[in-house]
Structure formats: structure tokens, C-alpha cells
């Protein structure tokens, strides 16, 4: 049993859920207009073009906001744990938010850099920040 909820997979969502296994970020990108969004939709939000699809995005960001949990909303969490907002590095008008892993409280800033990594649980990867090298 998962740590924690997982989402249930859609036509639209799965090759974002599923994408980690090859450690890609796969984000919908419209073909005609070529705007990045997310969440995925089956038309784009500019153009209004059914012409969308995922595609792989770089796996940096650059961190726009966090906070800190301290609620154990499920017994198999571990607390307290970090949530960040980044915005995703070749397309930053869109934002992901995951947890920051192993980054002490005193060093996260606003506007540090990000790097995607995945957590593999049951059927889908769970994509996670952790501070990029600079």
C-alpha cells in the first residue's frame, strides 16, 4: 500500500503520470500554436486546438514558492515535508507543484534552481523537486 493517495489515470493524465519511467516530464504541447500547459486537456487553452499532445520537457525549474506540512494527512507520511511550487524552466508560465526533498529549511530560496526527479510507486512516477546544482 502507497504513503500516500495516488491519481487515477486518464487519457489524458497517463503520460504524465507514467513518463518518469524513462525520467521524462511529459507536458501537453498544443502543435498548432506550440503553448506548453498543464494540466493536460484535450484542447489547448490558447488556440482552442484538439491538435495537443505530451511531449518531454526539460526536468529543471526554478522554485516560485514553498511551504512547510506538518499534517499527517495519512498515517504512512512522514512529517513535516516540504511543497513547492517551480516553474518549469523551457516553458515558465507553467507551474508544477511536488515535494522538495532533501533540502534543509535554511537553504531554500525563492528562485533557486530545481531538479525533476520521480518516485516510482504502483503504476505511476511521481515527479519531486530537489535543488539543482548550480
Known amino acids: 500500500m502507497s504513503a500516500r493517495p495516488l491519481p487515477r489515470l486518464t487519457l489524458d493524465n497517463t503520460a504524465f503520470w507514467t513518463g518518469g519511467k524513462g525520467n521524462e516530464l511529459l507536458i501537453y504541447c498544443c502543435a498548432r500554436c506550440a503553448?506548453?500547459?498543464h494540466p493536460p486537456a484535450p484542447i489547448?487553452?490558447?488556440?482552442?486546438?484538439?491538435d495537443?499532445?505530451?511531449r518531454p520537457i526539460s526536468l529543471r525549474a526554478t522554485l516560485l514558492t514553498h511551504t512547510t506540512?506538518?499534517?499527517?494527512?495519512?498515517?504512512?507520511?512522514?512529517?513535516?515535508y516540504v511543497v513547492a511550487v517551480g516553474a518549469l524552466e523551457a516553458a515558465p508560465h507553467v507551474h508544477l507543484m511536488a515535494e522538495l526533498l532533501d533540502c534543509p529549511?535554511?537553504?531554500?530560496?525563492?528562485?533557486?534552481?530545481l531538479q525533476i526527479t520521480f518516485l516510482h510507486e504502483s503504476d505511476v512516477w511521481i515527479p519531486?523537486?530537489?535543488a539543482a546544482a548550480p
Request: charged fraction near 15%; charge should be positive.
Open 69 to 80: 506540512n506538518h499534517q499527517r494527512w495519512y498515517p504512512a507520511l512522514v512529517v513535516p
Open 52 to 54: 495537443v499532445g505530451p
Open 35 to 37: 503553448q506548453w500547459f
Open 128 to 130: 519531486q523537486f530537489r
Open 105 to 113: 529549511a535554511s537553504s531554500i530560496r525563492t528562485g533557486m534552481a
Open 44 to 50: 489547448c487553452p490558447d488556440c482552442l486546438s484538439r
